[in-house]
């Protein structure tokens, strides 16, 4: 043949890995993280879609009803009460961020031993949900309790917050509001530190002040803190979970229930083991979610093509 | 500066701040002041129903050692750190890997993939719940420390992925080239130019995920019961259920359980800080 007698001229062979290494590594340091991701997050929330269709306790043989537990859905009153205190805690949840940026005002100050009062404040975001929830079940005591006894001080009765029914729930909220105002405030706290003193005083010089200048200036440019804020703080609001199992356990006559609470009642506790009907009211809490993550994920893939 | 500095108001109105601190800190902390208290109270201010007066006596020694040395607390909190440490270290592995691969690399599906983490860190837990507890099930893993920690390995990746490729993105992309051009392997890229200058990234996920997963309660109660691989935020309430209204117990089981993640806070303070509000600035 003449072409071995031609002299070599093509670089030393390179293996294929060498020649797709751009290509392959990312697929390479992605892969753990897929995988596990896969089997733990993605799949199931499919799998829970097909459980919804089954009647299934869990152990036995599954019957396929379709749509059954849906419609069975429907005629649930502890479902609709689930959905009204759902909507109950995404509204008062959302308090968090205007006493946040309040809290955080506060403080944005400099005067000696400031930033031990600002950790502090936020000191309540790091206790467990748990914690939070056993600290204002006994706050709430009907009798021996804090609140009760300050309610004294000044006259008034005292009062079962957790006992009652129409009470409960914002009672509940409330105890949630505690961290959750401490995480927004550390969020705006950081906010402020970055906010253009120059704006600031050419505003001032404007004649802009007070609630004018937090309006039109402050605020403005604390977007992406408000941004983040609400985002954590919608999420909080629908996972509220810990909060209603530790101080109420759901009741009184199960008013406090939420929608992810309603579903472990269902799936997992004393009141038996429905697999396919918790997975239809996981799927209900699902559906409600996705709204909230398509527009957070539509506004960071805005941010991400305004930033290349 | 907004509001305008307190050094610049009357010497009243700073005076009147001043004062104002300290008590709108303790108003803003009197749930927690009232547990700190009951947890140094004897049992006998309780049955006599002296509970927000002053303190029988002192007795901080006998309620904290009732916690640590005749209760199943010690335990709890052992199987606490078992699972929150494996954590940490899987995720902050798996997600730097990632967000190295999200962060440096332009490929087709690049978004797609980083949207499927972030959306999956937004998802109900109840709508996993069925499924992970299955597939503990099937795996033999239910009721053991193993099944919890590679439940959240996965789950914290979505949160840490998203933080870790943001990062990685803001690191000077030059850098990267460089080495290239030198003919650094890829993987030595990552191991030796990207990792360390990730370092703050990954001491404030450390902190971050510890937290979290010190401070799970729900998956806690799915996939595990007894004291034999329960975290503390579980065993706590069969702790309460054990000492039953005995309010000084109670709460001094509840400040022992919440207290690693207030250490961890109170020391890493700054990284901490970092990494919670990420993105809350330009």
Redesign the interface.
């Given at each position: 043949m003449t072409v071995t007698a031609l002299p070599d001229t093509t670089p030393p062979k390179r293996g294929w890995y060498k020649r797709n290494e751009i290509a392959v590594t990312p697929w390479l340091f992605l892969a753990p993280a897929i995988l596990f991701f896969a089997v733990y997050v993605i799949i199931p929330i499919f799998q829970s879609f097909s459980i919804s269709l089954y009647d299934w306790d869990g152990l036995g043989e599954a019957e396929f009803v379709g749509l059954g537990n849906y419609v069975e859905l429907m005629d649930d009153s502890a479902f609709e009460v689930s959905l009204w205190n759902n909507l109950k805690w995404l509204l008062f949840y959302l308090l968090a961020i205007p006493a946040g940026l309040f809290i955080a005002l506060f403080l944005n100050q400099t005067v000696t031993g400031i930033r031990i009062y600002k950790s502090l404040f936020f000191f309540p975001f790091v206790l467990s949900q748990v914690v939070v929830g056993l600290v204002f079940a006994w706050f709430y005591l009907p009798n021996e309790g804090l609140l009760s006894n300050m309610l004294g001080w000044f006259g008034f009765e005292p009062i079962n917050v957790l006992g009652d029914p129409t009470l409960a729930t914002y009672g509940i909220i409330a105890a949630g509001l505690w961290p959750q105002t401490a995480y927004c405030m550390i969020l705006y706290l950081t906010g402020l530190n970055a906010v253009d003193p120059e704006q600031v005083e050419a505003a001032r010089l404007d004649g802009a002040k007070g609630w004018k200048m937090l309006w039109y200036v402050i605020i403005p440019q604390l977007k992406p803190a408000t941004f983040i804020a609400f985002v954590v703080t919608i999420i909080g609001a629908l996972r509220s979970f810990d909060l209603i199992s530790i101080m109420t356990n759901g009741g009184p006559f199960g008013q406090t229930r939420v929608l992810s609470f309603y579903m472990f009642e269902k799936a997992l506790s004393e009141y038996g083991f429905r697999m396919g009907y918790g997975a239809a009211i996981a799927v209900v809490l699902f559906l409600i979610m996705l709204v909230f993550i398509a527009y957070f994920l539509w506004s960071m893939y805005q941010e991400d093509k305004g930033a290349r | 500066?907004?509001?305008r500095?307190?050094?610049q108001a009357s010497p009243v109105a700073q005076t009147a701040?001043?004062t104002l601190?300290p008590i709108?800190?303790i108003m803003?902390?009197?749930?927690?002041i009232?547990?700190a208290m009951?947890s140094i109270k004897p049992a006998s201010d309780f049955t006599q129903?002296n509970?927000?007066g002053v303190p029988g006596s002192f007795d901080f020694f006998k309620n904290y050692g009732q916690v640590f040395f005749n209760s199943d607390m010690p335990r709890y909190m052992l199987n606490s750190v078992l699972i929150t440490v494996p954590t940490v270290i899987g995720a902050v592995a798996?997600?730097a890997?990632?967000g190295?691969?999200?962060g440096?690399?332009k490929?087709k599906s690049?978004?797609w993939?980083f949207?499927?983490?972030?959306?999956?860190n937004?998802?109900?837990?109840?709508?996993?719940?069925?499924?992970?507890?299955?597939?503990t099930l099937d795996m033999g893993l239910y009721n053991t420390k193993t099944g919890l920690v590679?439940?959240h390995?996965?789950?914290q990746?979505?949160f840490c992925?998203l933080f870790m490729r943001n990062f990685i993105r803001a690191l000077p992309f030059p850098l990267i080239e460089a080495a290239r051009v030198e003919g650094v392997?890829?993987?030595r890229i990552?191991w030796f130019v990207v990792l360390p200058l990730m370092k703050p990234a990954l001491a404030a996920l450390a902190v971050l995920i510890f937290?979290f997963i010190?401070?799970?309660?729900?998956w806690a109660?799915?996939l595990t019961q007894g004291p034999d691989a329960q975290p503390v935020?579980a065993g706590?309430?069969s702790f309460?259920a054990q000492f039953r209204a005995a309010?000084h117990l109670?709460?001094a089981g509840?400040i022992v359980?919440?207290l690693p993640?207030?250490l961890?806070?109170?020391l890493m303070?700054k990284h901490f800080?970092a990494g919670?509000?990420l993105?809350?600035?330009?």
């Amino acid at each position: 043949m003449t072409v071995t007698a031609l002299p070599d001229t093509t670089p030393p062979k390179r293996g294929w890995y060498k020649r797709n290494e751009i290509a392959v590594t990312p697929w390479l340091f992605l892969a753990p993280a897929i995988l596990f991701f896969a089997v733990y997050v993605i799949i199931p929330i499919f799998q829970s879609f097909s459980i919804s269709l089954y009647d299934w306790d869990g152990l036995g043989e599954a019957e396929f009803v379709g749509l059954g537990n849906y419609v069975e859905l429907m005629d649930d009153s502890a479902f609709e009460v689930s959905l009204w205190n759902n909507l109950k805690w995404l509204l008062f949840y959302l308090l968090a961020i205007p006493a946040g940026l309040f809290i955080a005002l506060f403080l944005n100050q400099t005067v000696t031993g400031i930033r031990i009062y600002k950790s502090l404040f936020f000191f309540p975001f790091v206790l467990s949900q748990v914690v939070v929830g056993l600290v204002f079940a006994w706050f709430y005591l009907p009798n021996e309790g804090l609140l009760s006894n300050m309610l004294g001080w000044f006259g008034f009765e005292p009062i079962n917050v957790l006992g009652d029914p129409t009470l409960a729930t914002y009672g509940i909220i409330a105890a949630g509001l505690w961290p959750q105002t401490a995480y927004c405030m550390i969020l705006y706290l950081t906010g402020l530190n970055a906010v253009d003193p120059e704006q600031v005083e050419a505003a001032r010089l404007d004649g802009a002040k007070g609630w004018k200048m937090l309006w039109y200036v402050i605020i403005p440019q604390l977007k992406p803190a408000t941004f983040i804020a609400f985002v954590v703080t919608i999420i909080g609001a629908l996972r509220s979970f810990d909060l209603i199992s530790i101080m109420t356990n759901g009741g009184p006559f199960g008013q406090t229930r939420v929608l992810s609470f309603y579903m472990f009642e269902k799936a997992l506790s004393e009141y038996g083991f429905r697999m396919g009907y918790g997975a239809a009211i996981a799927v209900v809490l699902f559906l409600i979610m996705l709204v909230f993550i398509a527009y957070f994920l539509w506004s960071m893939y805005q941010e991400d093509k305004g930033a290349r | 500066m907004f509001p305008r500095p307190i050094q610049q108001a009357s010497p009243v109105a700073q005076t009147a701040y001043k004062t104002l601190l300290p008590i709108a800190l303790i108003m803003w902390l009197l749930p927690l002041i009232a547990v700190a208290m009951f947890s140094i109270k004897p049992a006998s201010d309780f049955t006599q129903g002296n509970y927000w007066g002053v303190p029988g006596s002192f007795d901080f020694f006998k309620n904290y050692g009732q916690v640590f040395f005749n209760s199943d607390m010690p335990r709890y909190m052992l199987n606490s750190v078992l699972i929150t440490v494996p954590t940490v270290i899987g995720a902050v592995a798996l997600s730097a890997m990632a967000g190295f691969a999200l962060g440096i690399y332009k490929f087709k599906s690049n978004l797609w993939v980083f949207f499927m983490f972030v959306a999956g860190n937004f998802v109900p837990f109840q709508i996993l719940m069925v499924p992970v507890r299955d597939l503990t099930l099937d795996m033999g893993l239910y009721n053991t420390k193993t099944g919890l920690v590679l439940f959240h390995i996965a789950f914290q990746t979505g949160f840490c992925t998203l933080f870790m490729r943001n990062f990685i993105r803001a690191l000077p992309f030059p850098l990267i080239e460089a080495a290239r051009v030198e003919g650094v392997a890829e993987w030595r890229i990552f191991w030796f130019v990207v990792l360390p200058l990730m370092k703050p990234a990954l001491a404030a996920l450390a902190v971050l995920i510890f937290t979290f997963i010190w401070n799970d309660y729900f998956w806690a109660i799915v996939l595990t019961q007894g004291p034999d691989a329960q975290p503390v935020t579980a065993g706590i309430t069969s702790f309460n259920a054990q000492f039953r209204a005995a309010y000084h117990l109670m709460s001094a089981g509840s400040i022992v359980a919440a207290l690693p993640p207030v250490l961890m806070f109170f020391l890493m303070q700054k990284h901490f800080i970092a990494g919670l509000t990420l993105g809350a600035v330009k």
